[in-house]
């Protein structure tokens, strides 16, 4: 941004040569552009890049400000113009799409308010204009025949406003950039790397390279621009863990995000807004071609600007690093996050939820939009949508015996697991026939096994979260199997006051009365319940049972209730609210979860380990989330 086209109050050019290979401008330091050069022309306040109006070529057509082609920039020929050396030392600039066709002042006004076009260039004043640097990267425009300077009416943010001229004034109305239509300005993931897809992006979490870059805005406000030095309307949300919302929303801003698309395909975007009044065409996620993804966004009455819910949208997106523009096409709403998960939610699943059904539950139709089906030949379980715990943390407070491993080859796995994968030797493993097999494995003493959680790559809030699990035989110690959540905000709020909700858990009645094959355990902890929490359990029919079949564990969650069932989601077994806690308790769960699997092996309910040989595998079918529509 350091080049300037000459120092001095007034820019004059001639035609020599030094002037030919004076740079006009650069949107970064290494490149050095000459007269011919197409340019985008960015204005300061809006972002938006001057073009011809409907990408007009005949004379008389509207030179106006619009949303560049590209986002930040625009390799739309309408919205490149270069420029050309007047024999008055003045630039006439010319459009790329009709390159006859120069900026011109309408009737040759040379009065404030006279407006633009483009007009076949025939050597007159009104056509001629000369770019004067502002030391800030940014340059006016001075008309030859009235000294007055190239303006955005009004200081206005909209499409389509016609551009005229006016008595410099210095505002950002009369300030433009020049950036190459190849560029991206500047523009860089916040905190260096694109986020991760599927994935959650943190709507804080704008790219860099500010207004008409990052992001465009039509004023500045917020409570919590702290959070970053280009911070704009940002302010901390009241529940806890909520972080950082986006709000002030107005029709034609915009913000944009870098992400990094693992896979190709559909994917089920869940947006996390608060709108005291409903909002329709709220907004919506387009491209860096400024291709709609999403169609229109509406935003439900949630009652109030921190009343958090959820809506969906589906897109289609290539693999590889990409950038996306969050598109505000009306007031009045806020939005915390937005996270993508694989498929698609139309009238069933597609994508990774294919062939999945959705699901009605008391009049509600839940939709799927984060499957995990475990297909595919046998191999390690997937380390891009699961994390995996490793070691044993200290008995991982209750006192556990096992060792978790990842993958082989997972970062900062324990000495103690394998390096090659073997489904003989590996405590978790894809088994080739639709299944995740967690299984427990002595080796020279020591206990492994697998423990697999979300946290990071996929939150769940309201909807039927459930698994399909055959269970281990836990009929003698030993062995604690599990299906359960824990708080997002674990890492800055502590258990349990952070909440836990175990949706399947299961050991042996000669520990503390356990379940055994016979039932399931279901409990949530919170702050004052803590260790023991408050729960219930489910027993099954005679002849059936824990290790001899699949069954599907899960819960249906609403604001402020947690219904929990097994093998049918219309008949809970146990409802908790928060009247079920103790008086003086914090309800946890109306924030974001993520989920773990796993089996511990010893511990306060996995009991004695003297006992235990050769035992069973946890086998999944498949975990899904599915959402209300």
Known sequence: MKNRF???????????????LTPLASLRAQDTLTTGTPFNIVNQNSGLCIGASAQGTANGTVLQMYTCANGTYSSQLSQEWSFTSASSGFYEIADANATAETWNVVGNGTTSGSLMQIWSYSGNANEEFDPESLANGYYRFVGQGSGLCLDVPGNSTANSVQLDIYTCNGTTAQAFKLVTPSASSGEEPYGGSPAAVPGTVEAENYDTGGQGVGYRVSSTNGTGNNYRSDGVDLEVTTDTGGGYDLGWTASGQYFRYTVNVATAGAYTVTFRVAAPGAVNDAFHL?????TDLSGTVNVPATGGYQAWAYVTATVTLPAGEQTLTLNQDNAAWNINYFSFAQGSSSSGGTGACSGVSNLSV???TYTPIWCQEFTGSAGPPSTTAWNFDLGNNSGWGNGEVEVYCGPPGYP???????TTFSTSTSPAYIDGNGHLVIQPRNVGGTWLSGRMNTEGIQNFQYGILEASIQLP?????????????LGSDITTVP?????????????SPQVDGGAGTTGNNSTVHTAETGGDGVGGRYTFPSGQATDTAFHTYGIVWTPNEMQFFVDNASTPFFTVTPSSLPSGDTWPFNADLFTILNVAIGGTLGGSTSGLTNPGPMTVDYVRYYTAQ
């Open 6 to 20: 000459l120092q001095s109050a007034s820019i004059r050019f001639t035609l020599c040569v030094f002037a030919l």
């Open 286 to 290: 387009s491209n860096s071609s400024g």
């Open 362 to 364: 008391g009049g509600t």
């Open 412 to 418: 900062n796995n324990p000495s103690q697991c394998p």
């Open 473 to 485: 035989n836990t009929t003698n110690e030993g062995l604690w199997p599990a299906f359960w959540t």
């Open 495 to 507: 258990w349990p006051t952070s909440g836990e909700a175990d949706i399947m858990e299961n050991w």
